[in-house]
């Protein structure tokens, strides 16, 4: 017969082999918990202090503005840089509502993908197993945490293709002529452009600038060498009237 110390080493046994078999042996498992633990730290000290948390979320609004504005200046042989201020860049993420809108779809994406993540690796832990076994798998170990690096791999190719794609759009209503049409005044005898009006692009604190559809160009005028910008209502332009037959 077994003694009570018998029975209680092989309830022990059983449960490290039972633990083993629910929670196996994997890096990527270990790696994702610290993870986990690192971002909870980073969020208790957000809770503790609302100020950093606030400034940090308004600094990374910031660059994924200057980001999306940057791609979308390009797109007319602009680079921004030259032409705007550090006052330029601090309210960069007001001047369109989108930038707020893709910062809020990001941090609801990134979630996502990091619950996703940690279900895969609780319900598929023998693939996790297999791919650790991999040369590639075994470089990202030396380097840190590799399912860190990994996932800052997506964000860096996702914001910037984002960018892109929608620069690309933003920039065709421009190009089309289906942008803000504007009148300028000059300071020279408070001379204007005269039609066909330019469409506006963009403004900095000390440049406005114009696209010509008709010649293609890109204007960048100084704001001291303007009087006066009058927005035209394209909805007020004349169309031609067609004319029913009447029934005879």
Do not use: C
């Amino acid at each position: 017969m077994k003694t009570q110390d018998e029975e209680e080493d092989n309830k022990k046994d059983f449960g490290v082999k039972f633990n083993a078999m629910l929670t196996p042996q994997s890096q990527s498992f270990i790696a994702h918990t610290e993870f986990e633990e690192k971002v909870k730290k980073m969020f208790k000290i957000f809770e503790h202090d609302k100020t950093l948390f606030f400034t940090v979320s308004y600094l990374i609004l910031t660059a994924i503005g200057m980001i999306f504005s940057g791609a979308y200046f390009l797109v007319f042989d602009i680079n921004i840089l030259d032409y705007s201020q550090i006052s330029d860049f601090i309210l960069i993420a007001f001047k369109d509502p989108f930038y707020l809108l893709f910062s809020v779809l990001t941090v609801i994406l990134t979630i996502l993908i990091y619950y996703l993540n940690k279900w895969l690796m609780t319900k598929f832990p023998n693939y996790f197993l297999k791919q650790e076994k991999k040369r590639w798998n075994k470089w990202f170990k030396q380097t840190g945490n590799y399912y860190f690096w990994g996932y800052m791999m997506v964000l860096l190719v996702y914001i910037p293709e984002s960018a892109y794609f929608y620069a690309r759009y933003k920039s065709k209503e421009i190009k089309t002529g289906k942008g803000q049409v504007v009148q300028v005044y000059y300071n020279s005898d408070n001379k204007s452009v005269k039609p066909p009006f330019p469409t506006l692009v963009g403004t900095t604190s000390n440049f406005i600038f114009l696209y010509h559809p008709e010649t293609k160009t890109t204007e960048i005028v100084p704001f001291n060498s303007v009087s006066k910008i009058v927005i035209v209502d394209s909805s007020h332009v004349s169309k031609p009237q067609t004319s029913t037959p009447k029934p005879r």
